[in-house]
């Protein structure tokens, strides 16, 4: 294992502590670095709140900030938060309005929210829940209760955090950001494993000139593990089982994320893009709004991720509003 | 005795010194196919419980339980302590607006306690977990209560068919969490949260005056 560290069990803590020193918009609470909240709330505005393992910036903390989220349980590496911190956040992020909890498909995760939740109930205040399950690959067609939430979820942070900074009430939001869910899908591609630092070696191991279609990002398994090929063949593959789901009609709307896993480098993704773009233009389909970067990684894994949202009329807006967090700027055009 | 609200601090204090006295004991049984941790969680999250309800005095037998429950998720963080939580606070929506534990209580709680963990925990009767020793606790009160039976007697029952219960989970395969790892392994060792549940539910009906 080869990374900048000073002991590997302190990875999450001074990785926190650096993000506050940075970033004086956010802080914490209930004195638990993990208890990460946004220092400006918005009186009277629903809360959105967030959470996850740590391992994957931006997500999930990088996303609180303004017209985005309010507040983020973190984890240990690829572990869920607690669900007492996940209340903490809660307490402090509800302004009256009530708080959505807003995270990806994870057993670990759900037990926690959901705990988080009941705790709430018992504070009085009102929270709903909305779980992210954008990754095509990890079950099939029917089955999408059951799939894990990746780079997509951003869409639905986006959606979410631009309908309550609208101040709209909680069921509305909650709608809104169901509406994006249902409308949104990734398909990822991985090159090369990651690495837990508190663990120090792969989880697996991937032949040098093998990739992975549809690894999931703690390293699940994906649909098949082939031959390298092509950028442009491996787009396509991913974008068949896109286009696979979703009825893109001549003059839709998408907005698109091509994100990195972490280690691989802007102009691949780019590389990406470009036949991304080919491919909706042959569609006659216009890209309202695209994204290229690092928006959901694991560690130094190699690989990219094709998150795609089928824009309407009600997203559109939310999704072009402006939008500035730590780590995601967005301004109207 | 019929328990109300003020009998809630006794009754978690003996939830308290039972798994302070059965800590080494839970943390070999979980030992031998889990990662040791659950004594120290089930004797701290009830310290925890326990310390809570001394400090502020229940007003209602609901009002005692989601205190419980609560301190018990702040404190034991894990899979078990996050289960025994939503089993409470569970437990806690079902007493709402009762005065006192009479034995229809008694089983509306155990009823909620166990489809509670059964909804988090995600585990099906037959796995070895928890839940296969809360189940023939919840049915056993419940048919108790039909047949109007006292609740300490209701309770001394279901303390009875959870010994049994817990019994049979020997004979069981693990299908949940770590202890799955094990699979044929874990036969012939009763299950670490089935223990749990006894205890449980020894203890309440100790209080109870059974």
New interface residues.
């Given amino acids: 294992m080869k990374k900048f560290l000073n002991k590997p069990e302190d990875f999450v803590e001074e990785m926190l502590e650096g993000i506050y020193a940075a970033h004086p918009e956010v802080t914490h609470v209930a004195d638990d670095l993990h208890c990460f909240v946004t220092a400006n709330p918005v009186p009277g505005k629903v809360g959105i709140v967030t959470g996850g393992g740590s391992g994957h910036l931006p997500l999930f903390l990088g996303y609180v900030g303004d017209g985005m989220l309010d507040g983020a349980g973190v984890g240990g590496v690829f572990q869920s938060p607690?669900?007492?911190q996940i209340?903490e956040v809660t307490k402090h992020v509800d302004q009256g309005a009530g708080v959505l909890y807003l995270y990806g498909n994870y057993?670990g995760d759900i037990?926690?929210f959901?705990?988080a939740g009941?705790?709430a109930e018992?504070d009085d205040i009102e929270t709903a829940t909305v779980v992210g399950n954008d990754d095509v690959a990890s079950s099939k067609p029917g089955e999408e209760h059951k799939r894990r939430g990746v780079a997509g979820i951003v869409f639905l942070y986006k959606v979410a955090g631009a309908a309550a900074a609208e101040m709209k009430p909680l069921s509305e939001v909650v709608r809104l950001t169901e509406k994006a869910k249902a409308r949104t899908r990734t398909m990822g591609v991985a090159l090369t494993p990651c690495i837990v630092p508190e663990v120090g070696k792969p989880s697996f191991t991937l032949g040098e000139d093998e990739m992975e279609i549809g690894m999931g990002i703690h390293g699940e398994p994906g649909i098949t593990r082939k031959t390298l090929e092509p950028a442009d063949a491996v787009v396509d593959e991913m974008m068949e089982r896109i286009f696979a789901e979703q009825d893109y009609a001549a003059g839709d709307e998408v907005a698109i994320i091509v994100n990195g896993l972490g280690a691989t480098p802007m102009e691949e993704l780019y590389i990406f893009y470009r036949r991304i773009s080919q491919l909706f233009a042959e569609r006659n389909v216009t890209i309202a709004q695209v994204w290229i970067g690092e928006f959901a990684t694991s560690m130094e894994m190699a690989g990219a991720s094709i998150s795609v949202l089928h824009l309407d009329d009600e997203l559109k807006p939310l999704i072009e509003r402006s939008a500035t967090t730590p780590f995601f700027k967005h301004i109207a055009k | 005795m019929t328990m109300n609200a003020s009998a809630l601090p006794g009754l978690f204090n003996r939830y308290r010194d039972r798994f302070a006295a059965e800590k080494q004991a839970l943390i070999e049984l979980d030992g031998k196919v889990g990662d040791s941790d659950l004594g120290l969680t089930m004797a701290k999250g009830f310290a925890a419980a326990a310390a809570a309800l001394e400090e502020k005095a229940p007003e209602t037998l609901a009002d005692g339980m989601k205190t419980a429950g609560a301190a018990i998720a702040k404190a034991a963080p894990s899979t078990m302590g996050t289960l025994m939580a939503t089993g409470f606070l569970r437990g806690a929506k079902a007493l709402d607006g009762a005065e006192v534990m009479d034995t229809a209580a008694l089983a509306d709680f155990w009823a909620a306690f166990r489809d509670g963990i059964a909804q988090r925990g995600k585990a099906q009767l037959g796995d070895k977990t928890v839940l296969d020793v809360l189940h023939p606790v919840a049915e056993t009160i419940a048919a108790q209560a039909q047949a109007g039976a006292s609740p300490a007697e209701a309770s001394h029952a279901a303390a009875q068919a959870a010994k049994e219960a817990l019994e049979a989970t020997k004979e069981m395969e693990a299908q949940h969490g770590k202890a799955a790892a094990f699979g044929e392994k874990s036969k012939g060792i009763q299950d670490a949260g089935g223990t749990v549940a006894c205890i449980l539910i020894e203890e309440t009906s100790a209080a109870l005056g059974a």
Wanted: proline share 0%; no cysteine.
């Fill in positions: 607690s669900s007492d209340l057993s037990m926690n959901d705990l009941e705790l018992v």
